[in-house]
């Protein structure tokens, strides 16, 4: 082991400049299931990245799955171990951005850039753990990369590679870097779903437009324009702790509202300005279908915290990730997660209650129930076991808030990312060492599950 380690410490500096050329690489995948790249150009081209720099650290013939998933191999023969990255990011969202989101830039001791902490870094560690296992374990048995690019965008990826490569019963007990450095036997189920109705205002005072949010995380900025007004009638005391900002402009008095982004899946790190600039826009005289829609959207997520707060025990979110308003076209993305079953049937009433009786349709982006493997199996206690190792105490096994490819799988845990817990924000990035301790601990795990004889 001391060796696969020292192995590792000479290879950080190839390790970064390889994540930050990922990075450098715009991959948000647009999803076009008919197409020769279903998840567009970008993906593509970072797929194809990836294998090329796998085969030039002398893997022999990475695979590329008609542009869903890549594959990589230590050797032949049915695989011991898999360890499933992906390797599309969310959207980058106007919130200011102090580094280029797509520069790959290192500063201060962190990669700066999209995807730099979710979760490129972990297909860039766990290659180069591969590298190290391969070279010092030469009689371990066969692992198994997988490099999917639609985990942000409705796991399609893994969809069409288990229906079309390898059969679901038929994969090996599964990692997935991408969660932080827990040990994640489940996750939680949830809804992501569209909602959309057209509205036009009446009388003197009328919204322009609204934009906020988009890149699938608590909007950290909200923008709404509206006309008929002077910026001194728009009330600046902060709401749900979010500043405002009102200024004149040809198209109206333009409305900023200062939240903080953050992953979906634990809002309370963040502000939601898109919630902040619905209670603002509704104490300004806007009446009309403009004012019903608010006013709906305003009742359902008030109605959806109380729900949360009677769930004692039981984790839920309910976080609107976008809003606009444009050409009188309402547009809403809300993302939900919880543990608890049968809960998208719940959220199914609620959106009824509200929106489809109130003229929205509602269009399901992905609709899941909560996922666990036994906390007691094979695949966890040998997990915790080599992060112990590696760290000298245990960690924690727990059903993660985050939804994640172990769902895909039979058997799929979560595991071995030193996360900066950027995910989905502005200036997402990683401390650079982090990179060198997520390909440590995957080649303790890959030794736990595939090289070590006594296990």
């Not at 112990?388 to 808030?401: R, S």
Request: hydrophobic content about 35%; aromatic content about 8%; charged content about 25%.
């Amino acid at each position: 082991m001391k060796e696969m380690m020292d192995f590792l410490d000479s290879k950080e500096d190839e390790m970064i400049e390889m994540l930050c050329r990922w990075v450098r690489q715009d991959s948000i995948a647009d999803y076009h299931p008919d197409a020769p790249l279903p998840y567009g150009e970008g993906c593509a081209k970072m797929l194809s990245l990836a294998l090329s720099d796998a085969e030039n650290l002398g893997f022999a013939n990475p695979k590329n799955h008609a542009y869903h998933v890549g594959t990589v191999e230590t050797g032949s023969g049915k695989p011991a171990l898999g360890i499933a990255c992906h390797l599309d990011v969310v959207p980058v969202s106007p919130d200011g951005w102090t580094h280029d989101p797509f520069g790959g830039e290192v500063s201060d001791g962190k990669v700066y850039g999209r995807g730099a902490s979710d979760n490129k870094c972990s297909g860039v560690s766990a290659l180069y753990a591969m590298l190290a296992y391969r070279k010092f374990c030469p009689v371990g048995k066969n692992v198994k990369l997988y490099l999917g690019c639609c985990e942000e965008a409705g796991m399609h990826d893994f969809e069409y590679y288990l229906a079309h490569v390898e059969k679901k019963e038929e994969m090996p007990p599964m990692i997935v870097p991408d969660a932080g450095t827990v040990v994640g036997y489940g996750c939680t189920g949830g809804v992501i779903a569209n909602f959309d109705t057209d509205a036009r205002g009446a009388g003197e005072v009328r919204l322009d437009s609204i934009e906020s949010g988009g890149a699938s995380s608590v909007p950290g900025i909200a923008i709404a324009v509206v006309r008929g007004l002077g910026a001194s009638e728009i009330p600046l005391e902060p709401i749900l702790d979010c500043p405002i900002q009102a200024e004149e402009t040809e198209g109206g008095v333009k409305i900023t509202v200062t939240g903080k982004a953050c992953h979906p899946a634990g809002p309370e790190a963040g502000k939601n300005a898109a919630n902040a600039v619905i209670k603002l826009l509704l104490k300004l005289p806007i009446a009309g279908d403009e004012r019903r829609v608010l006013e709906v959207l305003d009742a359902m997520y008030r109605e959806m915290d109380t729900r949360k707060a009677n769930h004692s025990g039981i984790p839920m979110t309910f976080v609107m990730t976008e809003l606009t308003l444009k050409d009188g076209h309402f547009h809403l993305t809300h993302n939900s997660r919880s543990q608890k079953m049968g809960y998208t049937d719940e959220l199914e009433e609620v959106y009824r209650t509200y929106l489809t009786e109130n003229g929205f349709t509602v269009t399901y982006r992905r609709k899941t129930q909560p996922y666990a493997v036994d906390p007691n199996c094979d695949l966890v206690r040998k997990l915790v076991a080599a992060q112990t190792e590696f760290e000298g105490v245990p960690p924690k096994v727990i059903q993660i808030d985050a939804s994640n490819y172990s769902r895909c799988f039979d058997m799929g845990v979560s595991f071995g990312q030193y996360s900066a817990l950027m995910a989905h924000r502005k200036d997402e990035y990683i401390p650079v060492d982090y990179v060198l301790k997520s390909a440590k601990l995957l080649c303790h795990a890959i030794w736990r599950l595939a090289g070590n004889p006594e296990e």
